[in-house]
């Protein structure tokens, strides 16, 4: 099979993702797509990986999970924080900085 | 039997390890352990003084490494994913100054009648009756510590990286300890809590953009390697797809750290709401590091394809410095204000990168070295002044500051008059740098810009000094805290910093030249 | 294709063996229900959205999630250890054993604060 269809299929998760982040108001689904788009980065690494003929790709997938779990961890700790102090999880309502 | 593993070489060859180029980031990063080792073992009350002794020990002994690191070590190390250069170095010690710096003014507990500027646990409900028990009992926050060492670490790496992987990972390491201490401070705590996830959620965002470039530019070059990415673009015509979707997201990446037009509008919001020592902090050395990686991936990585990049960076540098400026004059809350004028010296930092030659690289490297310090005590004397319900924020509340505490109202003034540029400041002598080096490379228009930029920029700082020495203070003038030695020290350091810088500045100047270049 | 025999076997045993357990316990077990048999198994959640503001979740199930995720990302890097462990020989097993060093430390500072106190 043809890998530039897993590129092709990477692009489009990460569009996904991008216009997620852009378009949702929940924290948590924007948080989502971002993870989202990590994910279409790993796909892009490891298809690379496996035209370039190197491993190196494969070992950048490996890293990216575990620091997008790290991610996972520091987010939901940031929301769960303003959502006990606010009830709600929308982006839209946390709106003290605006002047 | 058969073998499902895919054929490699018999013998695994190991990456050696050069410990002492490396010993400055281990041993931040093996602080940062430390500390959390003590976060789980010391009891609560002596906490706080084992981790200032650990942190403060472990950044100034990395800066004993930094300075005695012998010309003998330099050179790409650990397997190729580290250069420890001139430029490295130089930013390594740029970061760690600045950093120590900051960490005294974190430590100053003289500023809140409760103590420190942060909330004793950040998690617990604002206001609660547990929270007021904790702050009852004097309990201060102590995980502040080894989050920002691992900031620190993160930092250090990130200059010195040479490889996709490796850059991503320290981008990481250094911004999410960063998003947790946007989250901390002890009063206005929802607006802290805000900010810290605007931070999180657009920073996160801009990091999935530099991966996703770094996927495509690892495609191009079939190597995460900086040195080897710039031999792709020298020798490998074609695929002009990847090349720029690739550049252009890295960059964005980069540019997002670094608060530059069109990603600045994390900053204000940020740099408002974080509790103001942190401020400081992100404000110094996270722009130290961000452009310190931006130089160095711009420089040797894409430095093949600087007719790609560069004229789009003349473009986003003209913008970021009026767009900084113009908003800046609109502010009319003190930390904002500070962060447009961030957002302006990104621009004028920018000039400098754009540049693109020897003469650009130590000229941003200077700059940022006299910008980091200045910006730490800055932002340590806004932490000083203080109305009823924490920090007097609002520009109005400064008026008269010159008559009532004339010292800090001076030193105040003369950091905005560095940042304004003004001669025998530290930002004067930087910015000359960087608009020579700009000028040599051809970049006249965008030097005009600056130099409007700049002059819109004196007159919001001039404002606010002649607001602070010939208004009448008005009835809700603001107390003045004395600090303790721990700021004291860390004001001394930058008001000493921004004199020498202004009017010796051979030295240093010769210090960022002999640096150069970086080593692939 | 004979490589994937072992797990076939493994697979058609594993199916057997849960098939066989649910016919046996069906016809030999004695049948006496009660309010108790009928719930949710002890650690899981009640199937139907709780009178909780819409059925959201209580916010300590987060914490769990963050504990769980932390840890047990983590541990994919052992696994590329274990498949070459041979040929890593000491400067793998020194590098893996630093790895799980700063884990325990984490480990050692959510126990000590109280991270594993989940009610």
Known sequence: MNPTNYLVLSAILFSIGAAGVLVRRNAIVVFMCIELMLNASNLAFVTFARMNGTLDGQVVAFFVMVVAAAEVVVGLAIIVTIFRTRNSASVDEPNLLRL | MVHLAVPMAETLTFPSLQYRAMAPILIVLGAAVLGVVVEALVPQAARRAVQLAVTLGGLATALVFVVATPGSELGVVAGGTLAIDGPGLFLQMTILVVAIAAMLVVAERRVDPAGDAFAPRASSLVGSGEEQEQTRRGWSQTEVWPLSLFAVGGMLLFVTANDLLILFLALEVMSLPLYLLAGMARRRRLLSQEAAMKYFLLGSFASAFLLYGSAMLFGYAGSLDFAAIADAFRDKPGQLGLQVIGLTLLGAGLLFKAAAVPFHMWAPDVYQGAPTPITGFMAGAVKVAAFGALLRVMYVALGGAAWEWQPAFWVIASVTMLVGVVLAVTSSDIKRMLAYSSVAHAGFLLLGVVAFSTAGLSATMFYLLAYGLTTVGAFAVVMLVRGPSGEAGHLSSWAGLGRTSPVLAGVFALFLLALAGIPLTSGFTAKFGVFAAAIEAGGVWPVIAAVVASAISAFFYLKVIVLMFFARPGPDAPAVVVPSLLTTTAIGVAVVATLLLGVFPQAFLDLASGSTPFLR | ?119
């Open chain 3, 1 to 119: 294709m004979n490589v994937y025999t072992p797990i076939l076997v493994l697979g058609i045993l594993a199916f057997g063996f849960a098939l066989f357990s649910v016919v046996v316990a069906g016809i030999t077990g004695p049948k006496r229900y009660n309010r108790a048999r009928l719930d949710a198994y002890e650690c899981g959640i009640q199937p139907t959205p709780q009178p909780m503001g819409g059925g959201r979740f209580p916010v300590k199930y987060y914490l769990v999630a963050m504990s769980f995720i932390i840890f047990d990302i983590e541990l994919v890097f052992l696994y590329p250890w274990a498949v070459m462990v041979d040929d890593l020989g000491l400067f793998g097993l020194v590098a893996m054993l630093v790895f799980l060093t700063n884990l325990i430390v984490v480990y050692a500072y959510e126990w000590a604060r109280g991270g594993l106190e989940w009610d």
